[in-house]
């Protein structure tokens, strides 16, 4: 039974990995507000409605279920299909997971509970479908005690939102460099003074940041305004409805990132991308998947084609405004098993966290036993710089099978890739020194060129 890294803040309720799946041990306390929760129409509907984790007790062999520690109860959860995290989520996620957590807040006010944290980090994906997946963060309601988790939610909800939403910055980048999020006086940094006119700058940043400067009195005013996060139910209830409603307006475009006009400005004609397309299909149809991630997925085309042949796909690109416009499609014509993440292959997401274990890289958080690298290698290869044999070796280290894309030296965008870099500095990168590379780390089943004549399609197998 091994202990979650990203658990062990909470004394009253810790996550355990183990044969009988995702465990949960409660304290006594922790045991009195599972059943003051368990009781309510909050956790049926919720349930139901696939937005909070299904829950069970799962201690009826004794109090401790084959846990190390002697617990009060021990609660079963089921298992999301693929971690991720907040600063690998596109604005739309972000924004949703905020509201799911604000829509959870007012209910459980209603039956007498509340939430004593706001992180993003309690609400993971079933493709693109949010899901709450920290029942111990539901708590017994102590009258005129605050909303502890308002700083919380503002911090890491809030501010990365308004910083997109407001200043066109991204916030990913500030939540992977911090899992506590944007303190009041960062986000006041960046918002200028016509900021403050906008919707919750004044009240949720300038005010806050104003109790946030260590060493110099706050006037009495600061500390009246700030009481809305508040000290009461009421209070609470209505800074919520007010937090609700500054959310649902906060709207990002993304427009003009580097590969968000991808589809109209694809260097390949339509031939080729029907060829690809087959290619994949042919591949993705040999067998039933668990686990398929589809790199530099852009619109999400080749990760819908594997979708119907897998249990989970993860489709993942470095640009944000891309995996935006993949979200919102998702969610309007939904494929379940497909998760849209926005991350740099190249400088993926590291362990974080206490001892760097409280977020875990990418590759061990579920490893694909089928991996689409289409329209990639390239970019890997000619803009990062890292080498061929180094992306292969990667793959075979995955332990996947692999379809994957190589555009040669002729290809438009190779072309417009090399023209940017010194002569000879990319003099390895050729069609027999990959396929060399690939076939020594890999079987290749099946190889087809594109009717462009410019780009390679592999289908490889791993040696055992």
Request: glycine share 8%; proline share 6%.
């Amino acid at each position: 039974m091994l202990h979650e890294p990203g658990s062990f803040r909470d004394p009253h309720s810790r996550v355990f990995h183990g044969d009988g799946g995702i465990l949960r041990g409660l304290s006594p306390e922790g045991l009195a507000d599972w059943e003051a929760l368990a009781g309510t129409k909050l956790f049926s509907s919720f349930v139901e409605r696939g937005r909070l984790i299904e829950t069970e007790r799962a201690d009826e062999g004794g109090p401790s279920a084959g846990l190390d520690e002697d617990w009060a109860a021990v609660l079963r959860h089921e298992t999301v299909p693929f971690v991720s995290y907040p600063y690998e989520w596109p604005f739309g996620m972000l924004k949703d997971a905020a509201l799911l957590q604000l829509e959870l807040l007012r209910a459980a006010l209603d039956e007498g509970l509340i939430l004593k944290d706001s992180s993003p980090y309690n609400v993971q994906w079933r493709g693109s479908d949010p899901v709450f997946i920290d029942v111990g963060s539901f708590e017994k309601l102590r009258e005129s005690e605050p909303w502890v988790g308002y700083r919380q939610f503002c911090m890491l909800f809030l501010y990365p939102l308004m910083l997109q939403a407001y200043k066109g910055v991204p916030f990913q980048p500030w939540l992977r460099g911090s899992i506590d999020g944007i303190s009041p006086r960062e986000c006041r940094s960046v918002m200028s003074r016509l900021d403050l006119r906008r919707k919750g700058v004044f009240s949720h940043v300038f005010l806050h940041a104003r109790l946030d400067q260590p060493g110099k009195e706050t006037s009495r005013d600061v500390k009246r305004e700030l009481r809305a996060a508040g000290f009461n139910t009421e209070l609470i209830k209505a800074n919520v409805r007010r937090l609700e409603k500054i959310v649902s307006g906060l709207e990002w475009r993304p427009e003009g990132s580097a590969w968000s006009a991808y589809e109209a400005t694809k260097t390949y004609s339509d031939t080729d991308t029907d060829r690809k397309e087959a290619f994949v299909r042919a591949a993705a149809s040999e067998r039933d998947w668990n686990l398929v991630w589809d790199l530099g997925c852009n619109v999400g085309r080749f990760a819908r084609i594997a979708a119907p042949h897998a249990r989970n796909v993860v489709a993942v690109d470095g640009d944000h405004g891309v995996v935006e416009l993949l979200y919102r499609s998702l969610k309007v014509e939904p494929a379940a098993s497909i998760l849209p993440l926005t991350l740099n292959l190249a400088d993926p997401s590291p362990g974080l966290g206490w001892r760097g274990q409280e977020r875990r890289p990418l590759e061990e958080r579920g490893r694909p036993d089928l991996t689409l690298c289409l329209a990639l290698l390239h970019h890997l290869v000619l803009s990062a710089n890292i080498p061929i044999r180094d992306v292969i070796g990667w793959f075979a280290d995955l332990g996947t099978h692999l379809v994957i894309e190589f555009p040669t030296k002729e290809d438009p965008m190779v072309k417009r890739l090399l023209a940017r870099k010194r002569e000879g500095l990319h003099s390895d990168y050729e069609t027999d020194v990959f396929e060399r590379w690939l076939s020594e780390a890999f079987t290749v089943e099946r190889r087809e060129t594109l009717p462009s004549g410019t780009r390679h399609l592999y289908f490889a197998r791993p040696p055992h």
